[in-house]
Every structure is written in C-alpha cells, then in structure tokens.
C-alpha cells in the first residue's frame, strides 16, 4: 500500500491528535479567562483556605518582603507560594498548604 | 502538476501532524516544568497519547510509518553507520536504519518520560521525580541526536528533510528504498 494524501485512516488519526488536545487544554482556557482573584475570594469566603494576610501573619514570615504571592493548585492540592526576601537580601520561597496554612517543605523550591 | 511528477509522497497526514504535535508539546513541556504544573501535566497526556497513537500507527499505518518499513536488523544498522563513516551510504525514501531506531528510542524515551511523570505524588520530592527528571534529560539527548542525524543526512543527500517532514514530499530518486 502505497501512501496517498487522501488516506481516510490517516487523516482519521490526525483529528484524534488535534481532538485529544483540544480535550486535554479548554479546561486551561477557562481557568486563564477566569480572574485568579475572583477564585481566592470565593474559595475564602467559602471557608475553605486561610487569606493571605492571615498567612502572612505567622511568626517565621513577620517582617519579610513578599515579592510574589501566588494561589496555585499543585497536583490538585491548594496552595500559596511566596517568593520572599530576607534580611541578606536572598530570595526564597515558601510553600503552604492553603486549606491548613502548614508550611509545605521542598516543593516548588529550586 | 508536473513538479508533483517528479516528487513522491512519503509522509502522511498523521505522520506530520503527530511529529509537529509533538515538537510542540515537547518544547511547552520543558518550558512550563516547575513553572507552571498545570500545563506541564496536560502537555505530558498529550506527548502521551500522540505515542500512543504513533504505536498504533506504526502497527498499521501507510507504508512509510510501519515499523515493519523502517525497522531493520542489528547487522544492517551496524552496516549502515559504517556506510555513513565512509561517506557514501545508501538513500532511504522513508527512515533509514539508524532513523528508524531512534524513532523507537524516542517512542520509548517519551513513554519513560510521560509515566514516570504520573507517578510523581504530591508534596516533596520524591523517587517518580528524579526518575522522571533522569528521563527527560535522556529524551533531551536523544532528541539532539536526532537533530543532527536529520541535519547530517539532509546534507549528505542534499535533500531537505525538515521540509519533507512538512510537505510529506520528497524528489523522486532511483535506487531508493
């Protein structure tokens, strides 16, 4: 069999690659469209992760500079990331869980 | 019309589609690692799926994308790397030896990849990660190599395969496989 431009089979296989993207991505295309604030409030007033300013207000995080606060689904769990600058002047950040506000240790970290 | 004489297709549809897809997707999935989880985890079900339908493709797919056109034995493979070492290697229309294994280490490369990337868990670091890290890094290599094979051959044979891979074209040849 040689190839053709028309191989129905072929052109078949094609849709089911560009079908398969289209499935795996328009769930991103809501969650970019959608304002990330809009889903903290709501997720707060819901009762079901601590704000950012409490967060904040934990004893190791007291008179760092937050650079970046980000609320992120990690592997499907909430979390906030903060991109932090200490004293020195180095940068790191920290991981929380955003339904407890426990520090979550070594991921996301660089 | 008459230029279409001289050419002959190689390539179909969901050849080019699935190797596009997957430069694509491979290169969003390096970018987005660490970034932004999200659609780093997405853009790996894709590369997995389009694996998943080039293995199926490969089983019965039109003459040029079987497996049983472009696989040849250890021997041949070992013959034709030699060829290249002396500067005159047979033309393959479709992959040529060393071509048709890297298809297969890239296929299996991207599965490595793709699975061990599922199994990482949530939270620290752990086993899937450094697996799934160790196999990206070796898809990454193999994925120059393939660069340099596909710059290497076109220009012994002074055919443009990047191109090819777009049209599904090549010049007509004699003696070509």
Known sequence: ?110 | MQIERNRVFVWDAFVRVFHWSLVLGYVIAWASADEWDWLHEQTGYFILVLVGLRMIWGLIGQRHARFSNFLYSPRRTLNYLSDLKSGSPRHYLGHNPAGGWMVIALLLGLSATGASGMLIGPGDHDFWEDLHEGFANLTLILVFVHLGGVLFSSLLHNENLIRAMWTGTKARRDADV
């Open chain 1, 1 to 110: 069999m040689f190839e053709t431009r028309t191989n129905r089979l072929s052109w078949l296989f094609a849709a089911l690659a560009v079908g398969s993207a289209a499935m795996l991505f328009q769930g991103g295309v809501q969650v970019v469209a959608a304002d990330d604030h809009d889903e903290a409030r709501e997720l707060r007033h819901a009762g079901n992760i601590v704000s950012l300013s409490e967060l904040l207000g934990r004893p190791e995080l007291l008179g760092q500079r937050v650079l970046e606060a980000e609320l992120e689904r990690e592997h499907g769990r909430l979390v906030y990331e903060l991109e932090l600058l200490d004293d020195a002047g180095r940068v790191h950040e920290r991981v929380y869980d955003a339904l407890t506000g426990q520090p979550l240790n070594g991921s996301g970290e660089d």
